[in-house]
C-alpha cells in the first residue's frame, strides 16, 4: 500500500467548532502565547495557564469530528495514513484514524513537572487538571502539551514519517510554527504534496497542488484525486 502522510493543523478542526490559533477571532487574538503556552507562563501564572487548557479541554468534551476527519480514516482502506498533527485534540482517534502522531501534545493527557516523563491519561469524569492535583510522586501536574521554547520529542519520529511518504498532504495549518512547518523539507521531491486550506498558504515547493477549500470539501477533492 502507498504511504499517504497527512500533516495537519488547527483548521482540520474548524468545521468541528474548535478555535484555530491565527486566524481572525482565532485563540491568539484572545491570549498571548506568552501568558498560556510558554514554561514561563506556567511558571508566573499556573492558574490562568491550568485554565486555558482546561477550557480546551471542555470544548473537546463537546465537539466531534467532522466529515473531513472521517474521509481521512476511511481512506486507510486504500492507502497507509499517517497522520502527524500539530493538535492537541484527539478528533482523528475518534474518527478513527489507526496512525496519529502528536506533534504538540495531548488535551486528554496529563505530565508531571518532576521529571517531565510520566504522562497520565486525563479521566473524562475529571477533566480539569488545577493547582494542587499531583502525579503519584507527588509532582503538581501539567498539560501535556509541547510549548513555545520547549523541545519537541516527537519530531524525529515525524521526519521518519515524511520522509517515507508516497503523497504528502498539507491540511488546514498556516505553516508558521517550526519545526513543525519543516517537515515538507523531508519529503522527496517526487513525491506530489496537496495543500489543503480555504485561505493562501505560503509554501515554496514546486511539487504543492492547492486545493483552496475547507478540510471537509477539500479531502472530498483529494479522495477524487488519488483515488482515481
Ligand atoms: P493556525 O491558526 O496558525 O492556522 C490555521 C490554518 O487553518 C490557517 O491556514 C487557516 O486558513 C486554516 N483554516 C481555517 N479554517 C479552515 C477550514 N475550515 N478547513 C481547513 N483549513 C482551515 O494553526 P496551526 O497552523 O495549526 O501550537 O498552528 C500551529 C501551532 O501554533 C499550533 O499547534 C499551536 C499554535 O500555537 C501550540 O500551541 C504549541
Avoid at 144 to 166: T, Y
Avoid at 175 to 195: E, F, H
Wanted: with cysteine; charged share 25%; glycine share 8%.
Amino acid at each position: 500500500m502507498k504511504k499517504l502522510v497527512i500533516l495537519t493543523g488547527a483548521g482540520m478542526s474548524a468545521e468541528s467548532g474548535v478555535s484555530t490559533f491565527r486566524d481572525a477571532g482565532g485563540l491568539w487574538e484572545k491570549h498571548r502565547i506568552e501568558d498560556v503556552a510558554t514554561p514561563e507562563g506556567f511558571r508566573n501564572n499556573p492558574e490562568l495557564v491550568l485554565r486555558f487548557y482546561n477550557e480546551r479541554r471542555k470544548q473537546l468534551m463537546i465537539v466531534k469530528p467532522n466529515e473531513g476527519h472521517l474521509d481521512l480514516a476511511e481512506l486507510e482502506k486504500n492507502f497507509d495514513v499517517q497522520i502527524i498533527t500539530q493538535n492537541v485534540d484527539n478528533l482523528h482517534e475518534q474518527a478513527g484514524s489507526s496512525h496519529v502522531l502528536h506533534l504538540h501534545g495531548e488535551l486528554m493527557k496529563s505530565r508531571s513537572t518532576g521529571t517531565g516523563k510520566e504522562i497520565y491519561d486525563v479521566q473524562p469524569g475529571k477533566i480539569e487538571i488545577n493547582v494542587g492535583d499531583k502525579c503519584p510522586k507527588g509532582y503538581q501536574l501539567r498539560p501535556h502539551i509541547v510549548w513555545f521554547g520547549e523541545a519537541v520529542p516527537e519530531f524525529e519520529n515525524a521526519i521518519k514519517i515524511a520522509e517515507q511518504a508516497d503523497i504528502f498532504v498539507i491540511i488546514g495549518t498556516s505553516m508558521q510554527v517550526y519545526p513543525a512547518a519543516g517537515l515538507i523539507n523531508y519529503v522527496s521531491a517526487r513525491v506530489p504534496i496537496y495543500l489543503i486550506d480555504p485561505n493562501e498558504v505560503a509554501v515554496y515547493n514546486k511539487n504543492v497542488i492547492v486545493i483552496k477549500k475547507g478540510a471537509s470539501e477539500g479531502v472530498k477533492e483529494l479522495m477524487k484525486q488519488i483515488l482515481k
